[in-house]
């Protein structure tokens, strides 16, 4: 190959090579369950569109400016940007981006890592992400220059515009009459811009509207009449638990010595799945549902629901002469919510006082939390009985490090709860961000452990025990297009609670297995307990 040849060859070669690495970086895929990219054989219209546009305007004579190729390459970093997040965030998390809600959180992310991991790991995140957006940029940069200096041949030029234009006449063509050749094309990225605008313009136009006020059915509350009742949402626990086979036989013995320890302290279990609000996080949503009987299933109504004086689970238990608590060791500030729904006291990490090892950025062990309860609200120092929600916290993602179970449960409020080599053991496990599923087993097999525990320790205990998921764990451990719903287990020794919530569609088995289909939407749950509750029909109540 003569010197003429090898020019001829860099002067077709170069540019094609560049319109590649254009076209992946619009239409890459995520690679399941990793923060990694796939690039699949497809192309982006928006790409030809760049093209053809460039074609006609170099046709002119015309070459894009130092100031207009900057601003070309900030725009392809944004779509890069857009592209990635809406092709992650549904696979790893489970739903798409709200970036008008969630982008709030982010500070509370950020802060959850600066406080639990080391600064240097913060710091080589910080640099890794700066030096990732000036490689890609730059990438970009050199791209387009590649391309636009093409142009400037009229072969080349006559060439980029007939594939520019064959691209875009195949889709706008094939589009108009349906053909079936829309697979060869990704999804726009402008698509994931025109959602989130979508979803801006939808809060906004929601925060005109009231949301409808319905009063949570009439119970009396007479079946569970002088009994606490304890409403406990275990993070994460979603069907997956049982949908897995990777994590169902892990998670199964734990179950069972549950249902074990109900039954040897004469106890029932009923079982049955609901369909949750949200899915792989925004527990708030879940518990709100709940608790007001209304579907709450974006950031913007949970909003507006906090600004309406409405009917609430601890609003109607205190109706009928229970104390209304709430048991959040994960809560480090204040919670306004709480006086929306009415408690009357919220325990929070400051009041728990848990002096033990610290396990990760939750800190608490549940199976702690759990304990603190007799020492908050002591059996014998009330007259009135309980309504208690507690929100665990020990199996939120990366579900590490598991606190080790103590079986002496009057050890945990010494100074030395567990023993140094069961704290080291935990300590030491790291999330492997690539297989989350083993650890979110084994969390959930620590709190059916625990939760077992709990029933032997109060073996004469009348509580009655919600134990019910919030959400499924992010699609990273559920999989992808997992189903919505969440296991709800319901602890009694009153016989006329459990045939009430088996003639309403639970269970009862020693696998604590639900059955299909769910019960329905979560508020379906609310309506189903307060009838379950109640031994006939009652008046309404004034909160």
């Known amino acids: 190959m003569n010197g003429a040849e090898g020019t001829t060859i860099r002067r077709w070669l170069v540019p094609a090579l560049a319109?590649?690495?254009?076209?992946?970086?619009?239409?890459?895929?995520?690679?399941?369950?990793?923060?990694?990219?796939?690039?699949?054989?497809?192309?982006?219209?928006?790409?030809?569109?760049?093209?053809?546009?460039?074609v006609i305007y170099a046709a002119f004579g015309k070459t894009p400016g130092r100031l207009a190729l900057a601003a070309l390459t900030a725009l392809l970093l944004l779509a890069v940007l857009g592209r990635y997040l809406d092709v992650t965030a549904p696979a790893l998390y489970g739903r798409p981006v709200n970036l008008y809600w969630d982008a709030p959180h982010l500070p509370n992310v950020a802060a959850m890592l600066v406080e639990v991991a080391p600064w240097w790991l913060v710091l080589a995140l910080v640099l890794g992400i700066v030096a990732s957006l000036a490689m890609i940029g730059g990438l970009l940069y050199w791209c387009l220059t590649r391309v636009i200096t093409a142009l400037a041949a009229a072969p080349q030029r006559r060439a980029l515009g007939a594939l520019a234009s064959a691209v875009v006449a195949l889709y706008v063509v094939g589009t108009a009459f349906e053909w079936r050749v829309r697979w060869l094309y990704s999804v726009p990225v402008s698509a994931a811009y025109v959602?989130?605008?979508?979803?801006?313009?939808?809060?906004?136009?929601?925060?005109?509207?009231?949301?409808?006020?319905e009063p949570l059915p009439a119970s009396a509350l007479d079946r569970v009449a002088g009994a606490d009742v304890v409403l406990v949402f275990l993070e994460s626990y979603g069907a997956a638990a049982y949908d897995l086979s990777a994590i169902a036989p892990i998670v199964a013995p734990a179950r069972a010595d549950l249902a074990a320890a109900a039954g040897a302290t004469g106890r029932r279990v009923v079982s049955a799945f609901v369909t949750s609000p949200t899915f792989g996080g925004a527990s708030w949503l879940a518990h709100s549902t709940l608790m007001s009987g209304f579907e709450v299933r974006e950031s913007g109504s949970y909003a507006k629901l906090l600004t309406q004086q409405?009917?609430?689970?601890?609003?109607?238990?205190?109706?009928?002469?229970?104390?209304?608590?709430a048991l959040m060791p994960g809560l480090k500030s204040a919670w306004p919510e709480g006086t929306f729904y009415g408690f009357d006291t919220i325990y929070g990490e400051p009041e728990?006082?848990?002096?033990?090892?610290?396990?990760?950025?939750?800190?608490?062990?549940?199976?702690?939390?759990l304990a603190a309860l007799d020492v908050?609200?002591?059996?014998?120092?009330?007259?009135?009985?309980l309504f208690v929600f507690l929100a665990t916290i020990n199996t939120h993602i990366p579900f590490l490090p598991t606190p080790?179970?103590?079986?002496?449960?009057?050890?945990?409020?010494?100074?030395?709860?567990?023993?140094?080599?069961?704290?080291?053991?935990?300590?030491?496990?790291t999330?492997?961000?690539?297989?989350?599923?083993?650890?979110?087993?084994?969390?959930?097999?620590?709190?059916?452990?625990?939760?077992?525990?709990?029933?032997?320790?109060?073996?004469?205990?009348?509580?009655?025990?919600?134990?019910?998921?919030?959400?499924?764990?992010?699609?990273?451990v559920a999989g992808l297009g997992a189903r919505w719903e969440v296991p709800v287990h319901i602890v009694t020794?009153?016989?006329?609670?459990?045939?009430?919530?088996?003639?309403?569609?639970?269970?009862?088995?020693?696998?604590?297995?639900?059955?299909?289909p769910s019960l329905g939407a979560m508020p379906e749950l609310t309506r189903v307990l307060l009838r379950a509750f109640d031994s006939g029909p009652t008046s309404g109540y004034s909160p």
């Open 19 to 54: 319109v590649l690495a254009l076209n992946a970086a619009l239409t890459f895929h995520n690679l399941w369950p990793t923060l990694w990219v796939t690039l699949p054989l497809e192309m982006s219209i928006e790409l030809a569109a760049l093209l053809l546009a460039l």
């Open 195 to 213: 959602q989130q605008a979508r979803f801006v313009l939808e809060a906004y136009a929601g925060a005109e509207s009231e949301l409808p006020i």
């Open 310 to 325: 409405r009917d609430t689970l601890p609003k109607l238990f205190k109706a009928h002469g229970y104390r209304a608590v």
């Open 352 to 369: 728990i006082d848990y002096r033990g090892p610290t396990f990760g950025w939750w800190r608490i062990p549940d199976q702690y939390a």
């Open 376 to 385: 908050l609200e002591p059996p014998g120092a009330r007259r009135e009985p």
């Open 404 to 429: 080790p179970y103590q079986s002496d449960w009057a050890r945990l409020h010494t100074a030395e709860p567990f023993d140094a080599a069961a704290v080291a053991a935990s300590l030491a496990r």
């Open 431 to 476: 999330p492997d961000w690539k297989s989350l599923g083993g650890p979110y087993a084994e969390s959930f097999a620590y709190t059916f452990t625990y939760l077992a525990g709990y029933l032997r320790e109060h073996a004469d205990s009348d509580a009655v025990l919600v134990l019910l998921g919030d959400h499924q764990p992010a699609s990273s």
């Open 493 to 516: 020794r009153r016989d006329d609670i459990a045939a009430a919530l088996l003639a309403a569609g639970f269970i009862e088995g020693v696998e604590l297995r639900p059955q299909q």
